[in-house]
């Protein structure tokens, strides 16, 4: 096989793009061959398939629903880190929890978050450190973690939750300590979130756009980062506007910092920089 996007022929590129809009929503957009040939290769040399048309013929096949899914995993982007996009998780402790926390004990109201792209965990496992940290002092609020992810190799590693250790840089050292295990043996050169955070964090496989999501209503916090940059304008309203319906009255839907809900008639109050809030 060629090494670059030249080996697309337009209709297979073109049927590609489709098929990955169709399924997750996801634009990779014109010119994108050599980004798109980069991402299969390996995966075409795995079945045996020499080329972008007869990978096509396979997907198209209509046996192959499975690879579709396959497909659409290779094309997401994962990339995420400990405690990205800091201020979202300092507004949560300083603005949102000094009020929400003394009232969820008081009334005996569990708190429910959801991370709605949450890549191989990252953001989940922050809000759990932020959380567990800060209700320490407001131990009578029980609190639950939902996080989802289209890729099945990213809800994969979430549920593990094993980090390189390289990639914690942005974990302050207390807190290294307080949640992360050392791993030994072959699991040396990486740390694992303690159980008592992986038994907060419920990690599920779900498409922003699939029939009904498989969670319960009445999330006080959802947040959905660094996924709607990747959806065409009519999507981004519709995964809000479904996103919304999770969110309790007075909720909390939090954006990534280089997304905006900017023109899109989604109801939604405008706190800060991508912090909105259910009326
Ligand atoms: C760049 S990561 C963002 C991770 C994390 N939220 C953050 O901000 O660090 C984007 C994630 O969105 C997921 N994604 C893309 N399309 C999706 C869809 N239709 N449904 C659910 N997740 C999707 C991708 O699999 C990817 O893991």
Redesign the pocket.
Known sequence: MKSSGEEFSREAYDTIVGLVYSR???CVGVGKQVLLANRLRSRLRELGISSFDAYCALLKSGRNQAEVDVLVDLV??????FF??PDHFRYLTDRWLVDAAPELERTGTPLKVW?????SG??PYTLSIVLAEFLRAYPKVDWQITA????AR?VDRARAGIYATGALNQVPEALLKAYFEEGIGSYAGSCRMVELLRSRVQVER????QSAYPVGLGYQII?????LI?FDEPSRLEAVQRLTRHLARGGLLVI?YSESLTGLNHGLVSLQQGIYQRP
Request: charged share 20%; net charge negative; hydrophobic share 30%.
């Open positions: 997750s929503r996801i997401t982007t994962n990339h995420t880190q990205r996009e991370s709605a792209a949450c890549s990252e953001e989802s992810d289209i890729s990213m779900i498409n922003l756009f947040f959905c980062r660094n996924a990747y990534g």
